[in-house]
Nanobody
Framework: QVQLVESGGGLVPPGGSLRLACAAT????????MGWYRQAPGKQRELVAV???????NYADSVKGRFTVSRDNAKNTVYLQMNSLKPEDTAIYYC??????????WGQGTQVTIPS
């Protein structure tokens, strides 16, 4: 059973930066997609960024120019670099990796808090 373990969350002031990491027990070089979602209190889970093995990287409009998703195949790790953080970025951030279409794996989530 594949496991995804996120780390790197925390509390930073507005304008600060964080880098989230998602370590996979599976080989991400064979994954077809990987990325990050987030869920704020009282809201639905939403896409933050997704990297497709065959093509483009998609970002939510609210994070374009501030967040960057990347991967390190040697470490089987997916990253989310978050810069210029805003209070509205406060949420639990979830990593997801898909090896087989229709069967995404999810991490347990990591809390990111940006105080207003």
């Amino acid at each position: 059973q594949v496991q995804l373990v996120e780390s790197g969350g925390g509390l930073v002031p507005p304008g600060g930066s964080l880098r989230l990491a998602c370590a996979a027990t599976g080989t991400i070089s064979s994954a077809i997609a990987m990325g990050w979602y987030r869920q704020a209190p009282g809201k639905q889970r939403e896409l933050v960024a997704v990297l497709f093995i065959t093509g483009p990287t998609n970002y939510a409009d609210s994070v374009k120019g501030r967040f960057t998703v990347s991967r390190d195949n040697a470490k089987n790790t997916v990253y989310l670099q978050m810069n210029s953080l805003k209070p509205e970025d406060t949420a639990i951030y979830y990593c997801t990796v898909t090896w087989k279409a229709g069967t995404p794996y999810w991490g347990q989530g990591t809390q990111v808090t940006i105080p207003s």
